[in-house]
């Protein structure tokens, strides 16, 4: 599944826990999502946005860098009986998910003390509150980052969702991020070859999140030859030289304003590569009063694969877009591309 549909996925998880919460169901019953992926991905980044969907708060519990004694609780000493702490990172109240992040990268017995977590939702005799959800992530062994192999009660506690790099989902959530129009359009057109290519043996390659931060790189104040090696540092050197060529022909871009300003008759490039970037400015220059004039040009588009795109963008950077009068009727003509975008 893609990120979007592992956010929805998730989502409908975490509710579906919290209705059996308020039921009183036991907490053995509820489901334990594990997203697995390559780095990079965004998986944190959903996890973070579904709670924010919910309203409540996440707690990373770093299992990989914990000794198993702190983990478990430091023992202590009490009118004679040796207690475990409660740990300082295990929540004592609220509501929120407790997120066991890159939780293949932990040793054997903390995966074993986290499979308790996992199961019973707590660390000894100290509890989770019956408002929290635990939610695991973690890459592959073939990933080469520093995983173990999981113990088979462990993954059998779990419910297992296998999540894949899309450049048309990263497009939309990038796009109400407010990333660089170009670099989103870039990323739609060379999809295939440069939105997620995972090496293990690079110190850097592209992935969604190095492009979210090839985005802010583009914003540094220096000069092209500085700024382009440090996208070549974010992203690697390959995906760097192509995206330099795709922001040339950027610079030789049809003007977007003449084109808002008599859409009727304006051209339209014929190679993709200049589509992918001019599709990409309209939806970054879409506002309510212009979106009526994008869309007529849109539409004269001969494949309207591109135009949905544009729409896509353009709504997810600016959601008011949706109750204009222009979204409502392109959406109602395109329903069929809409829904399967």
């Known amino acids: 599944m893609n990120l979007a549909e592992f956010e929805t996925v998730l989502l409908e998880i975490l509710r579906h826990n919290q209705r059996l919460a308020d039921a009183g169901a036991p907490v053995t019953s509820f489901l334990i999502p594990m997203a697995w992926g390559d780095p990079g991905l ?6 973070e946005a579904v709670a924010a969907t919910l309203g409540w708060q996440v707690i990373q519990a770093d299992l990989a860098t914990r000794d198993p004694a702190e983990l478990g609780g430091m023992p202590w000493v009490e009118n004679g009986r040796a207690i475990r702490c409660r740990p300082d990172w295990l929540p004592d109240s609220g509501q929120g998910i407790l997120f066991l992040d890159e939780l293949p990268q932990a040793g054997v017995a903390n995966m074993n003390i986290g499979a308790t977590l ?20 973690g890459n592959f062994q073939h990933n080469r980052a520093g995983t ?6 462990l993954r059998n506690r779990l419910l297992h969702l296998t999540v894949e790099a899309d450049a ?6 990038a796009s109400r991020k407010g990333l660089d129009p170009m670099l989103i359009a870039y990323n739609r057109f060379r999809a295939a070859e440069y939105h997620h290519r995972f090496c293990a043996t690079s110190n850097a390659y592209p992935t969604p999140r190095s492009w979210e931060m ?5 914003g540094l104040d220096l000069p092209e030859a500085l700024r382009r090696e440090c996208l ?20 030789s871009l049809p003007d977007v304003q003449a084109i808002i300003a008599d859409p009727t008759t304006a051209p339209i490039p014929s190679d993709a ?9 309209l939806a970054y220059n879409a506002r309510p009063g212009n979106f009526a004039a994008i869309i007529t040009y849109l539409d004269r588009l001969p494949e309207q694969e591109f135009a949905v795109a544009g729409v896509l963008d353009a709504t997810a950077r600016d959601e008011t877009l949706r109750l204009t ?5 392109w959406a109602a003509a395109h329903g069929e591309l809409l829904s399967a975008s």
């Open 118 to 137: 996992v199961r019973e939702h707590r660390i000894g005799e100290h509890f989770l509150p019956r408002g929290w959800m635990v939610v695991c992530a």
């Open 148 to 153: 173990s192999a999981m113990p088979s009660h």
């Open 168 to 173: 048309n989902a990263w497009a939309q959530w």
């Open 214 to 218: 090839g985005s802010q790189v583009l």
């Open 232 to 251: 070549d540092g974010t992203v690697g050197e390959a995906a760097g030289a192509d995206f330099a060529g795709f922001r040339q022909v950027c610079q």
């Open 42 to 47: 965004g998986k944190t980044t959903i996890v």
């Open 273 to 281: 590569m200049t589509l992918y970037a001019l599709i990409g400015a």
């Open 325 to 329: 009068t222009a979204y409502t009727r």
